[in-house]
């Protein structure tokens, strides 16, 4: 079993910035593949990143969120990070952590965390 427990969330102006944390904790090692996704109210839940914690150069974006999200892992910590730029009102969702052996990495789930995007 795998538990994530996800943090940094919070309530941001427009244009501002926010980091996301995800802690693992279990069966860590055989987690190849992190990543979050996110969903906002009414609407299904979307991919935004990934990345190999063995090779931190394989990430993998969302078109719209290239540039702007920077998906990152310090595995001494197994720990995976989301800084999030230029932040806009669409980006308002709850954020969730996931992890799994392949991609894509969504075998596990942490319990989210609330970004809010004021305009």
């Known amino acids: 079993q795998v538990q994530l427990v996800e943090s940094g969330g919070g309530l941001v102006q427009a244009g501002g910035s926010l980091r996301l944390s995800c802690v693992a904790s279990?069966?860590?090692?055989?987690?190849?593949?992190m990543g979050w996704f996110r969903q906002a109210p009414g609407k299904e839940r979307e991919f935004v990143a990934s990345?190999?914690?063995?090779?931190?150069?394989?990430?993998y974006y969302q078109d719209s969120m290239k540039g702007r999200f920077t998906i990152s892992t310090d595995n001494a910590k197994n720990t995976v990070y989301l800084q999030m730029n230029s932040l806009k009102p669409e980006d308002t969702a709850v954020y969730y952590c996931?992890?799994?052996?392949?991609?894509?990495?969504?075998?596990?789930w942490g319990q989210g965390t609330q970004v809010t995007v004021s305009s």
């Open positions: 279990g069966r860590t090692f055989s987690m190849s593949f």
């Open positions: 990345i190999n914690r063995w090779n931190g150069d394989k990430t």
């Open positions: 996931a992890a799994a052996p392949t991609l894509p990495p969504d075998d596990y």
